[in-house]
């Protein structure tokens, strides 16, 4: 797997050479049952699940590092007719009610998420810890999170990441959350190894 912010790009521009990627097949199975008010998609890449998100008329905010990865979703996005524009800080996110996507290039081992600001948070196959308790506090009372990534059965197969501290151990997804109630979880070892969580912030108490 890609290692510097180069590689990143370079590797995003290789693929923007074929037909984008499709969603997650756990996105699409679940999409008529996520949230549809502001959404974050972290690591966001060329935006196959940014897009999807925008195109039910969903307000969505994209981070990642990458320039070239979010100049090719901006193209895209542009090409479908979808309202997307560049912000300079997380705090310029998001502030007025809206649809379309917002961009932003940011560091991820830096960034701050505001908190109670999303009713949906998509993470695909990004791991940074550190993030964890960020993303539960950026949920809204009742938002949800659908997060999937590699795991190390993933050394077993071809392809992903190849650096253990990239991928999970065996149940902690599971547990990595303990402020959010699980709604789905599963762990696959079949092709590739993933873990895949749906999980929902509680409601306030009345």
Known sequence: MPASH????????????????EPA?????LLPLLPRGPALDVACGTGRHTL???ERRQ????????KAALEILESRARAE????????????????????IELLHVDLEQVKLPEH?????????????SLFPQMSRALRPGGVLLFETF???QLEFEGGPRN????????????????????????????????????????KLS
């Not at 007719?81 to 379309?100: F, L």
Request: hydrophobic fraction near 45%; proline fraction near 5%.
């Open 151 to 153: 795991t190390r059965a």
């Open 81 to 100: 007719h979808v309202s997307v524009d560049r912000v300079t800080t997380m705090e310029r996110a998001g502030r007025r009610p809206r649809r379309g």
């Open 52 to 54: 999807l998100l925008a």
């Open 164 to 203: 253990p501290s990239h991928l999970l151990e065996t149940g902690e997804l599971r547990e990595a959350f303990p402020g959010l109630r699980a709604l789905f979880y599963r762990e696959l070892r079949a092709g590739q190894g993933i873990a895949s969580l749906l999980a929902q912030k509680p409601m």
């Open 59 to 66: 307000h969505v905010i994209g981070l990642d590092w990458s």
């Open 117 to 129: 600001a999303f009713d949906l948070i998509l993470c695909f196959q990004y791991l940074q810890r």
């Open 6 to 21: 180069s590689e990143w790009d370079a590797k995003h521009r290789l693929a923007a050479e074929s037909a984008p990627a």
């Open 25 to 29: 097949s756990i996105v699409r199975e």
